[in-house]
């Protein structure tokens, strides 16, 4: 196992497998395909679900919504926007690159970390999983789902987070994607799909925090995305809030002078946690009200209310009608109307609110009256992201070979770029303008698309969002990077500035090249061409010479807004191994105290139980006093203890222990392994008192040889019975099984080869020679031949034969 997809979302992660059988979602080790998406700090880290049950009394250490701030700066507007929504712990502006940082205890010690640190360590966390469900083995290629709205920056700063935990990811890819593959591909394994008449498809993904809808072409082997609109700050959690909110005002206007528990963090993760289970209990069909329960909320004060769902989507009408936006605009994108699709997908937590399935199915003009308001569900609404992104993975890694898949993506936001004016005379192709968009909303990626310039010295090229359109997220910043390109000094040059949409959907240079025209030497006709397609050029001798190009690589920098120099990334990747390094020791003293408190309530039990009469009453005392004494310590004084010293206490009291347990084991295994000599003693004298023809020929002494170990054998076998059998069951025994089993092996040892040994060859008959008889004068022996009666038969050796 060792491709995986990541659906890393706001409030829960999956991780998917993909192998021979399909793919797979992964269970963790509660046997849950959701991870908390939470990395919580105290003596150590704890991640996923280990961070979850911890999380709201240590709420001021505990990072969620990590996914919403990654590759923003700190005074981004949509950063102080989710800022003001986060659930006690805190933000600082990064001093290096303005980006976001989490301020945090961890092991009485306050650390500094990037928001794309603690991204890497969830997804490092996703591996850790994977890897313990699979046998110890490692994901080596990964593809992780990201939002499509994510800027450039987003883009790359995600993956450097991931990169400082160790996770080398092949491929971005949009949530909107990764579900249409995982609709698409398995569609078109059941043939649903013609080449000449692409099937449209819509897909209304309304997660934790975002609702996007996109438009996909389905065709054999194909899916091209159409179009693809979004609101970034609509999800299940606004859904949530609404219910909080009414929580709140409902618990402050019953106690009269006690604030609204909304604005206090603790109290207010226990209210979105409740508000969360009642926006559930109200979602399934035919439900008329919900009841919440919380007990001592704040100030030792309950809250007990109840919800009727009319009242709920009244008050959730300025959500739904946010809904209709990017279903319009994704239309008109894509140049198609309602009837045009072949169905409405829809996926996320979101959607299962009933409200919003019947708000879509009203702005689509669906059959209300039908299952799902006439919505489709073929995906699994939580996991199809993650599988979509392992079949991705799949497709890319080589150690799959699978089917052919073409996957057209698109560019979010139109990408322009700028340079600063001629040097001298105009642009290749008559380019006057200073600017042009090299990457149009829509085309797909990975591209490298180039523009020639001429130039000398240093010059700067610059790559922005292009502010036409309003596919740019509010608040986000146009630049996304400049390349600073070195030419050589002197007069202008032709320089080819290749700009590259990677993989991911980040802009970058690919290179920059100095263009020249050079002769070559080698003379030709006149009339004839040159090999790279130009036409020679005739000389003023009659002789034309070859026009070559030649290309050199000019050195270049690249300059983002948020960015890491090397020398603070290597500080984030030490300052990640030695956290992971603490998290190790600290997870094997816990296990060492958790074998140690397991050992005294087990053995406490047994020695007056399974094992009571295995002991002796000096020996029970002893353990039973020791047992007891280890307890009070390790719940007093030992309880933060290191590991060395747990591992010693588990060590002294198995000296007292270990004997006892011995003697048990001992008697349950000891008769099988006296049944099992005995049968081996009995094959040989069995072999030994047969008559079979297949034995003949082996020798009395070695029959000898062999009944002198069984009987050997034997007389030990019945003395050790006879000494065991005379012995309490609380005194160590006189013979182990392991003796026992000694015994037997060196019995086969000695009478095997006997038993097993391999009968002579037979004799090789001796070759008879027949003397020709020869007609010589006075030879009595010569014999005539009537040459009108037949000729006499002579048989002849076959050996004979041969040899002559």
């Known amino acids: ?471 740019l997220p509010t608040g986000a910043p146009k630049e996304i990077g400049e390349f600073a390109i070195k030419a050589p000094n002197g007069e202008p040059v032709k320089v080819r500035v290749n700009v590259k949409a990677d993989i991911h959907g980040s802009i970058t240079l690919s290179s920059a090249q100095m263009v020249e025209e050079i002769e070559d030497e080698d003379k030709m006709d006149v009339d004839k061409t040159a090999s790279n397609g130009e036409e020679a050029k005739a000389s003023e001798d009659g002789e034309a010479k070859k026009k070559k190009i030649k290309k050199t690589n000019l050195d270049f920098k690249v300059i983002y807004p948020i960015d890491w120099t090397k020398k603070q990334f290597d500080e984030l990747v030490e300052k990640e191994v030695s956290m992971a390094n603490t998290d190790r020791i600290v997870r094997e003293t816990s296990d060492a105290r958790n074998a140690l408190e397991s050992y005294i309530y087990d053995m406490r039990d047994k020695i007056h139980s399974s094992l009571s009469n295995y002991c002796t009453d000096a020996e029970r005392d002893t353990l039973s006093r020791d047992l007891e004494n280890s307890e009070n310590w390790l719940y007093e004084e030992g309880f933060d203890a290191v590991k060395s010293v747990y591992v010693n206490k588990l060590a002294e009291l198995k000296k007292i222990g270990y004997p006892i347990e011995e003697r048990a084991s001992e008697e349950r295994s000891r008769p099988a392994a006296f049944n099992h000599l005995k049968e081996v003693i009995e094959k040989f004298m069995k072999f030994l008192s047969s008559n079979d023809e297949k034995y003949s020929h082996i020798t009395p002494e070695e029959k000898s040889t062999c009944r002198s170990k069984c009987d050997e054998t034997s007389n030990w076998m019945y003395s050790m019975m006879e000494k065991q059998g005379d012995l309490a069951l609380n005194v160590n025994p006189c013979v182990k099984s392991v003796d026992i089993m000694a015994k037997s092996r060196e019995l086969q040892t000695a009478c095997n080869p006997i038993m097993n040994k391999r009968p002579p060859p037979p004799p090789k008959k001796e070759a008879k020679k027949e003397e020709t008889p020869s007609k010589t004068e006075g030879n009595d022996d010569t014999m005539d031949v009537d040459p009108k009666q037949p000729p006499p038969e002579v048989e002849i050796d076959s050996e004979t034969a041969n040899s002559s």
């Open 1 to 471: 196992m060792s491709v995986v997809g990541v659906d890393l979302g706001n409030k829960n992660a999956v991780i998917a497998v993909a192998g021979r059988g399909g793919v797979d979602v992964i269970l963790n080790g509660n046997s849950n395909r959701q991870n908390p998406s939470l990395i919580g700090f105290s003596s150590n880290r704890t991640m996923g679900e280990a961070a979850g049950t911890t999380a709201i009394s240590n709420y001021k250490n505990t990072v969620s919504s990590m996914k919403r701030l990654v590759g923003l700066s700190f005074d981004d507007v949509r950063a102080q926007t989710e800022m003001a929504r986060l659930h006690g712990y805190t933000c600082v502006k990064n001093e290096n690159t303005g980006g976001i940082s989490i301020k945090a205890q961890l092991a009485d010690e306050t650390v500094v970390l990037p928001i794309e640190t603690i991204v890497g360590m969830m997804v490092g966390h996703m591996g850790e999983i994977a890897m313990k469900a699979k046998d110890g083995v490692a994901p080596q290629d990964w593809v992780v789902a990201i939002p499509p709205f994510y800027t450039d920056a987003q883009r790359r700063m995600f993956l450097k987070g991931c990169e400082v935990s160790g996770v080398s990811i092949q491929r971005l890819l949009h949530e909107s994607t990764a579900s249409a593959l995982a609709y698409g591909i398995f569609k078109d394994v059941k043939k649903e799909f013609v080449a000449d008449k692409p099937t449209s498809v819509m897909f209304i993904d309304l997660g934790q925090s975002a609702y996007t809808v996109s438009i996909v072409a389905f065709e054999p082997g194909k899916l091209t995305v159409k179009s693809c609109h979004y609101d970034q700050d609509l999800g299940g959690r606004d859904f949530d809030t609404v219910i909080a909110h009414w929580i709140g005002k409902s618990f402050a206007s019953k106690y009269k002078g006690v604030k609204n528990p909304m604005d206090h963090p603790k109290a207010r993760l226990k209210v979105l946690a409740a508000a969360e289970k009642l926006k559930k209990t109200l979602s399934p069909a035919g439900v008329k009200e919900g009841r919440v329960s919380l007990e001592c909320l704040l100030e030792d004060r309950d809250f007990f209310g109840t919800l009727k769902t009319d009242e709920y989507e009244k008050m959730c009408a300025p959500l739904l009608h946010r809904l209709e936006a990017p279903i319009r605009r994704a239309l008109a994108e894509a140049k198609l109307s309602v009837p045009d699709l072949k169905s409405v997908e829809i996926v996320g937590g979101g959607s299962r609110v009933a409200c919003v399935k019947r708000t879509l199915a009203d702005l689509l003009g669906l059959d209300k009256n039908a299952v799902n308001f006439g919505l489709s569900t073929t995906l699994n609404a939580d996991e199809s992201v993650a599988r979509g992104a392992a079949l991705m993975s799949a497709i890319l890694s080589p150690r799959f070979k699978v089917l052919p898949y073409e996957i057209v993506e698109s560019q979010p936001v139109p990408v322009r770029i700028s340079w600063d004016g001629p040097a001298s005379g105009e642009e290749e192709a008559g380019q006057a303008q200073d600017s042009v968009v090299m990457f149009d909303r829509g085309s797909n990626f990975p591209c490298v698309r180039r523009v020639t310039l001429r130039r000398k010295g240093e010059f700067s090229v610059r790559a922005a969002y292009d502010g036409e359109g309003d596919f």
